[in-house]
């Protein structure tokens, strides 16, 4: 098995390599040499500089706050009711075969075209984007919540039920951990979606936020600004993923790594 040393050095040069080649065929290393425009491709020096000013101004701060308090909070808020209404769902037969195909229906929409209509709802304030970002992540931990409660085998229960434990002790040893390790891989997938909700609601209507940026930044064809921006959430989804399963690894130290995801 080739080092992870090694591997880490092999990603480096593809990537050295990509921005060469992007860097000339942009123009960047001979004026005179373009394959494609910069208008349609950026040119990653100038992509570099966009980078530094917007950081370093005022404005990104404005943007970063507003769209990671979107992201956070309808991430929080889909995790927290997608479980609850997930568990309530796996215990009471009767509301999921009432209830589910309407779930499987709304779930099914795509989001841009759900985002204008939360917009007119709730405004261009903070609350519209909280809400987008909650319609994805709720689907997704509610989905994956039922389905932890449903992949519990009967015959454990029926084991733990015989070495005496009463319905609080099958929950606490057999149905907690179920959920719990289907919330988590919910979880990790949801932190990056949470991000894409909000990012869509920022393009239907905002006044500030990373996608509201991108949005004027390409309506004013500063093609390097929207790749700098572009950088900026790639790095933010890359960030937020690996805190998430710090999170989880910290929580689930019990699981057995055969199982781990």
């Known amino acids: 098995m080739p080092s992870s040393i090694y591997i880490n050095s092999l990603r480096l040069l593809v990537l050295a390599l990509l921005i060469t080649f992007w860097e000339l065929a942009s123009g960047g ?12 491709i950026g040119r990653p020096s ?26 956070a909070w309808g991430l929080s ?17 009767f509301l999921e075969d009432l209830f589910k195909p309407f779930f499987v229906a709304i779930n099914s929409l795509p989001r841009p075209a759900l985002a204008p209509i939360l917009t007119i709802w709730f405004g261009f304030g903070i609350l519209s984007k909280i809400m987008v ?20 085998d009967p015959d454990l229960i ?20 179920a959920v719990a390790t289907w919330a988590f891989a919910a979880l990790r ?22 996608g509201y940026r991108l949005l004027v930044a390409s309506g004013l064809f500063k093609t390097n600004l929207v790749y700098a921006i572009l950088i900026i959430l790639m790095l933010l989804g ?23 995801f």
């Open 133 to 152: 970002a909650w319609s994805i992540v709720f689907f997704i931990a509610f989905f994956n919540t039922l389905q932890g409660i449903k992949s519990i």
């Open 77 to 93: 808020i889909g995790m927290l009711s997608g479980i609850a209404l997930g568990v309530a769902f796996g215990y009471v037969k």
């Open 29 to 40: 290393l001979y004026p005179g040499f373009e394959l494609l425009p910069p208008l349609i």
């Open 238 to 260: 890359v960030i937020i993923v690996r805190v998430s399963e710090y999170v989880e690894s910290k929580i689930l130290k019990w699981r057995p790594p055969s199982i781990m």
């Open 46 to 71: 100038l992509i570099i500089g966009e980078l530094i000013n917007y950081v370093s101004s005022e404005l990104f701060i404005i943007d970063l706050s507003s769209t990671l308090q979107a992201t």
């Open 189 to 210: 997938v949801s932190v990056s979606f949470a991000l894409i909700g909000t990012v869509i609601g920022e393009f239907v209507g905002a006044h500030s936020g990373l």
């Open 158 to 177: 029926k084991a733990v039920r015989v070495m005496g434990a009463d319905r609080l002790g099958i929950t606490l040893h057999v149905t907690i951990p």
